[in-house]
Structure formats: structure tokens, C-alpha cells
């Protein structure tokens, strides 16, 4: 490689790293306890006893209240207010039912109830907006309280760290060429040290960085692709529909029917939660059936089942695109939630590792002053020589 291609990465690395790394930091820090939600959920929370019917060969649950007795104990719970999803656990019978005062009401308007489906008993209800300390870092890390805006800026905070770790990945072969791989020279400079470190930490969780640098901003565009999902093959299963006023839910019908033609529609899948008319996952006139597979893969992979919800028939079911499978892959794989509790250890120990190569990239950078880019190149240069 010539000398001015080093240069030029060097500054790609350089001028990348510095841009996103106190983001990156951030990003690392509220991610940390995240990676292990459930497991502080557990501990911090409460956890309501359930009881554990068997569930018929035919697809409905033996034992439990129909879907219809739930959906009225939720919204006597909440008067005046209409329902926008109901999300099950098939491994409990737990639920969920989300309401606001209107179909289109934002996040912060929304009420989460939880029920035991075995009993009908309410085992929880929290508003949207007071999600407790890991709500907190959640909206922190997702779009630290900006919304769309955030999302995107941190979307392109993640492109700049994957640039810097391409560069950083061009730049190790000729800086690093005549050292061992592994080498520390911790008797020499404090500089030269933080150097090793930063490199060899760098190059050992690179593929791990490099991944969920790219889910990251992947999930930064989880807004635009769910628009896009609603704009293109929505409208698509739902054109017939165009044009209509939106169905009044005085006028919707039965969720236990519903469901039932669901079932029919896609035989053999599990359903995951119910999208009711006006949200972001349904039409204005549809119950939108969100099923998932029953392999550790396929569970992630959704198919909606639209059901007509004033008149409860079937209208149209087919696979999310492709750019929604990526979406729904990279959600899980960011925080390591798809392999228990030792491969969220492993997520730990590699963010740790992300931490120190982040911080020790900011030293080195602090630690040199005003020295120009092409001194500093220099020094690099020398600095990766072996000591004789």
C-alpha cells in the first residue's frame, strides 16, 4: 500500500472514530444492562404466578378465557379508551393489552395491562411513558429521547463506526506487519501500550463490532421500513379497502372468530399479538394476526393474517419483505437475545472490550496534541516497530 493510501485511511480512521465515539460510548454504557433486561426484570420485578392449561390439538387453548371476555376486562379498565394490541406468551398464559384514547395515539399515551388468561386477573398495568429505569435506557439508546430524529443520528453515528472499523481493519497490516499478533509492550511508552491494547482489542472483537454496528443501524431505520411495509405491501393486501373511512370500533367484531380464520389461514404457526385497525401494523379496517414460527429462527419471522375486522373474514396473509426480516433478525442479534444467558455473557465481555478500544482511541488521539496528521502518522508508524 502507498503512502498516501495510509494517509488517506488514517484519516478515514481518524476523523470517523472521533465523530462517533462519545456516542459509541453512550451506546455501550446503556447497552450493557439492556443485553440483560429480562434477567433484571426478573429480579427488580414482582413475578406473577401463572397457571398452565393444556392447549388443544385443534389451536385453541383449553382453559383459558376467550380473547373476546379479555379484550371488555381491559377496556373496562380503561373507559373511554380503544384497543391498539393484544400480545400473547405461548409458553404461559400471560397477555398483554395495549390501549390508548385513540387509534393513532403516540407511545407516550399508550397503557400496557397484564393478565393471566388462565383467571382473567390483572397482574400489571404501566403506562408507556413511565417504564421504570430500563425504559429509561432503552429510549436512551434508541433515539435518546429525540425520536425519529435520534434514531437517524444515531443510524449515521453507526456508519461512521463501521467506517472506522473498515479503515481501522486497512490500517492494522502495515502498522502491525512486524509484530506478533498479540504483542503488548507494556515496559515501553504509556502511548505504545494503550496502542497494543487498542489494536489487539480491536482486532479480536471486530466481527462482533462489526455486527452490531450494522444491526444498530438497522433498527435506526426501523420507522422508515415499517412506513415503507404500511406504504407498499399493506396498501397492496389491503387495496380494495382504499378509500374508506375508518371502521368505528363500536362496529368491531369478534376477536375469537377473528383469530379463528387466522388459524385457518395459517395453519401450524403460532400467533404473537393482534394489531388492531388505525396502528402502525394494521389497516383502518382490519385485525391484523401476527404469527411467528416454532424454531428458534423462524420465531422472529412474522406473517400477518388481515382479517376484516367488522365483517371477521379472512382477506389476505403473506410473509414480511425481506427488508422487514432483516429488521426483525437484527433486533434480537443486537443484544445477543436469541442464544440464554451465556451468550448474553459473551455480549457483555465483548461491549467491555468495545469500551476500552473506544477510550483508548480517544486517548491516543488527546495524548498526541497538535501534531499533524502526517507527524502523527509518523510516530504511529514508529511506534509499531518491534523494540530491538
Same mark, same amino acid.
Given at each position: 500500500m502507498t503512502r498516501s493510501a495510509i494517509k488517506t485511511w488514517?484519516?478515514?480512521?481518524?476523523?470517523?472514530?472521533l465523530v462517533c465515539t462519545a456516542f459509541l460510548l @453512550?451506546?455501550?454504557?446503556?447497552?450493557?444492562?439492556?443485553?440483560?433486561h429480562d434477567e433484571i426484570d426478573h429480579l427488580t420485578e414482582q413475578q406473577p404466578e401463572y397457571g398452565m392449561p393444556g392447549v388443544g390439538?385443534?389451536?385453541?387453548?383449553?382453559? #383459558?378465557?376467550?380473547?373476546?371476555? +379479555?379484550?371488555?376486562?381491559?377496556?373496562?379498565? !380503561?373507559p373511554g379508551e380503544v384497543p391498539l394490541y393484544m400480545a400473547f406468551d405461548n409458553d404461559q398464559p400471560s397477555m398483554t393489552i395495549t390501549t390508548a384514547p385513540r387509534p393513532d395515539s403516540p407511545g407516550a399515551e399508550m397503557t400496557i395491562q397484564s393478565f393471566d388468561?388462565?383467571?382473567?386477573?390483572?397482574?400489571? +398495568?404501566?403506562?408507556?411513558?413511565?417504564?421504570?429505569? +430500563?425504559?429509561?435506557?432503552?429510549?436512551?439508546?434508541?433515539?435518546?429521547?429525540?425520536? &425519529?430524529?435520534? @434514531?437517524?443520528?444515531?443510524?449515521? @453515528?453507526?456508519?461512521?463506526?463501521?467506517?472506522?472499523?473498515?479503515?481501522?481493519?486497512v490500517l492494522y497490516a502495515p502498522f502491525m506487519r512486524k509484530l506478533d499478533f498479540g504483542t503488548l509492550r507494556v515496559s515501553r511508552s504509556t502511548r505504545l501500550k494503550w496502542l497494543d491494547y487498542h489494536n489487539l482489542l480491536g482486532i479480536?472483537?471486530?466481527?462482533?463490532m462489526l455486527v452490531v454496528g450494522l444491526t444498530g443501524v438497522i433498527n435506526a431505520l426501523a420507522v422508515p421500513i415499517e412506513d415503507m411495509w404500511q406504504a407498499d405491501e399493506l396498501a397492496d393486501m389491503t387495496r380494495d379497502y382504499a378509500g374508506r373511512d375508518a371502521l368505528d370500533p363500536a362496529r368491531y367484531g369478534?376477536?375469537?372468530r377473528a383469530m379463528a380464520e387466522a388459524r385457518a389461514a395459517l395453519p401450524g404457526n403460532n400467533p404473537q399479538f393482534i394489531a388492531f385497525p388505525g396502528g402502525t401494523f394494521s389497516s383502518k379496517h382490519h385485525y391484523a394476526v401476527f404469527f411467528q414460527g416454532d424454531?428458534?429462527?423462524?420465531? !422472529? #419471522?412474522?406473517?400477518?393474517?388481515?382479517?376484516?375486522?367488522?365483517?371477521?373474514?379472512?382477506?389476505?396473509?403473506?410473509? +414480511?419483505?425481506? %427488508? %422487514?426480516?432483516? &429488521?426483525?433478525?437484527? !433486533?434480537?442479534?443486537?443484544?445477543?437475545?436469541y442464544g440464554g444467558?451465556? &451468550?448474553?455473557? #459473551?455480549?457483555?465481555?465483548?461491549?467491555?472490550?468495545?469500551?476500552?478500544?473506544?477510550?483508548?482511541?480517544?486517548?491516543?488521539? &488527546?495524548?498526541?496534541?497538535?501534531?499533524?496528521?502526517?507527524?502523527?502518522?509518523r510516530e504511529v508508524q514508529l511506534l509499531a516497530e518491534p523494540a530491538e
Open positions: 488514517f484519516l478515514v480512521h481518524k476523523w470517523t472514530s @453512550m451506546l455501550c454504557l446503556t447497552g450493557l444492562p439492556l443485553i440483560f390439538s385443534s389451536g385453541t387453548a383449553e382453559g #383459558l378465557l376467550s380473547l373476546d371476555t +379479555m379484550l371488555q376486562r381491559a377496556l373496562a379498565n !380503561r388468561r388462565s383467571t382473567g386477573e390483572l397482574v400489571g +398495568m404501566v403506562a408507556e411513558a413511565d417504564g421504570g429505569v +430500563m425504559h429509561f435506557l432503552l429510549e436512551l439508546h434508541t433515539d435518546m429521547f429525540l425520536g &425519529l430524529p435520534g @434514531m437517524l443520528f444515531l443510524g449515521a @453515528m453507526g456508519v461512521a463506526f463501521v467506517a472506522a472499523l473498515v479503515s481501522g481493519v479480536v472483537a471486530l466481527a462482533w369478534s376477536l375469537d424454531t428458534p429462527l423462524t420465531e !422472529r #419471522l412474522l406473517t400477518p393474517a388481515l382479517i376484516d375486522a367488522e365483517t371477521v373474514e379472512f382477506t389476505d396473509a403473506r410473509p +414480511m419483505p425481506w %427488508y %422487514y426480516q432483516a &429488521l426483525s433478525l437484527s !433486533r434480537p442479534l443486537h443484544f445477543g437475545d444467558l451465556p &451468550l448474553k455473557l #459473551l455480549w457483555a465481555a465483548l461491549t467491555l472490550f468495545t469500551i476500552v478500544v473506544l477510550g483508548s482511541g480517544l486517548y491516543l488521539w &488527546l495524548a498526541k496534541g497538535s501534531t499533524s496528521a502526517s507527524a502523527h502518522l
